[in-house]
């Protein structure tokens, strides 16, 4: 059974800073790999999707990347504001019963200004 | 603007009682999916929904109950059956079943049961 893990599950940065965020998996049988940013009380807004045979995917100041063979992926944050602050998450689709994700547990962002 | 809506954004009911929750979606989307999110643990699938009139069990079905007459409408039903409803629930479209097409979500429902 596939497991998401997102390690450190909250992180404190000053602005300006760029960052990682870190995803692993078990299972490195995966179709793709879905970025997630969820604010207080609201739905999940999708960052980044990067499909199996990508290495990397870019949108303004996000990065992510993935390392199937080692069952991993980041989030790099160029240029930290105080506005990124929110929970990631991070979730895969793998396996048998290809329509579901496997979502981690996310990492709680917050941005100092 | 193309998006998903869920109704209400908060809901109470009293133990006992079978609740409805709402979700459109005007992306013409053929995949629909509810997800429960409890704190401290990561999305569950409750049920998923690839075509309409067609749906599948997700890992944690029992107490829950859903129909998809229409492409655009995926309600989820919570039955007196379900042990521990009060949770934030998530309903997401994707444009088709298959893996390679991303999840949208709607901006939740918040039930509590008391």
């Known amino acids: 059974k596939q497991e998401v893990t997102q390690i450190p599950a909250a992180l404190s940065v000053p602005e300006g800073e760029n960052l990682v965020l870190n995803c692993s998996f078990t299972?490195?049988?995966?179709?793709?790999l879905q970025w997630f940013r969820q604010d207080p009380g609201k739905g999940l807004t999708s960052l980044l999707l990067?499909?199996?045979?990508?290495r990397e995917q870019t949108s303004g100041r996000l990065n992510a990347s993935l390392d199937k063979s080692s069952g991993r992926s980041t989030l790099y944050i160029a240029a930290s504001q105080p506005g990124d602050s929110a929970t990631y998450l991070c979730?895969?689709?793998?396996?048998?019963?290809?329509?579901?994700?496997?979502f981690g547990k996310g990492t709680k962002l917050s941005v100092i200004p | 603007d193309g998006g998903i809506t869920q109704s209400p954004k908060y809901l109470f009911r009293k133990e006992g009682q079978n609740v409805t929750l709402s979700c459109e979606q005007n992306?013409?989307?053929?995949?629909m999916y509810w997800y429960r999110q409890d704190p401290g643990q990561g999305l569950r699938l409750i049920y998923y929904?690839?075509?309409?009139?067609?749906?599948q069990k997700g890992d944690i079905a029992e107490g829950y109950s859903v129909s998809r007459e229409k492409k655009e409408s995926f309600p989820l039903t919570v039955t007196s059956a379900q042990k521990n409803p009060t949770a934030f629930y998530l309903c997401?479209?994707?444009?088709?079943?298959?893996?390679?097409?991303?999840?949208?979500f709607g901006n939740g429902t918040r039930l509590t049961v008391t």
């Open positions: 997401a479209s994707s444009a088709s079943g298959t893996y390679n097409s991303p999840l949208h």
């Open positions: 299972d490195s049988a995966i179709y793709n």
């Open positions: 990067i499909q199996s045979s990508q």
């Open positions: 979730a895969v689709r793998s396996g048998a019963g290809s329509y579901q994700l496997t």
């Open positions: 992306l013409n989307h053929d995949a």
């Open positions: 929904s690839q075509i309409v009139n067609d749906f």
